[in-house]
């Protein structure tokens, strides 16, 4: 059995993320992934079975690193208008220092069949606390809209964008963002 070596193991991942990045999923192979981490192909698979486990891995270690310290994050909040501003404070947190780790996550939300079915269901489980907050904003009548896509959009979407062309003043931003969700 091969010593598992944590530093080959980040740059096979950190490849990952400079493919996704650079290219998104369009031919990323593992022999693409293997040159830029400066690994033979036979290293990747002492990690992962295949790419999809790889994938799916990657994505679960996203997602649960985003969303470290989210529920006591909006414990803080006094009504759905301040979580809703701490969800995307929160999210802008994390972006500002992981934006491709943010990129790749999107690419594995929108492209769902490349990761496994657990990797899927484990990172709606995760979502769940925002949604929930989205769900409660939606019942009392708060929003512009109900509709979750448009919403995702209009709220992290939008917060994308903003931190990935330099913005600046995020909580400036993110309190125009739900003050124009909110009735």
Request: proline share 1%.
């Amino acid at each position: 059995m091969r010593k598992i070596d944590t530093k080959k193991q980040q740059a096979i991942q950190q490849a990952v993320y400079d493919l996704v990045d650079a290219d998104g999923l369009t031919n990323l192979s593992m022999s693409k992934i293997a040159e830029n981490a400066h690994v033979s192909p036979a290293t990747i698979y002492i990690y992962y079975a295949d790419k999809k486990d790889l994938l799916s891995q990657m994505y679960m270690s996203v997602k649960s690193s985003l969303d470290q310290g989210l529920t006591e994050t909006l414990d803080q909040g006094i009504d759905v208008t301040s979580k809703l501003k701490l969800a995307l404070l929160h999210f802008a947190k994390y972006y500002e220092k992981h934006p491709k780790e943010i990129l790749f996550m999107w690419t594995m939300l929108h492209n769902s069949t490349e990761v496994s079915d657990e990797a899927n269901e484990f990172c709606r489980q995760r979502a769940a606390v925002v949604v929930e907050l989205i769900s409660t904003a939606i019942r009392e009548e708060l929003l512009i809209t109900s509709d979750i896509l448009e919403l995702q959009a209009l709220t992290f979407g939008s917060l994308s964008d903003y931190l990935q062309n330099g913005g600046a003043n995020v909580a400036v931003f993110v309190d125009h963002i739900v003050d124009r969700l909110i009735y």
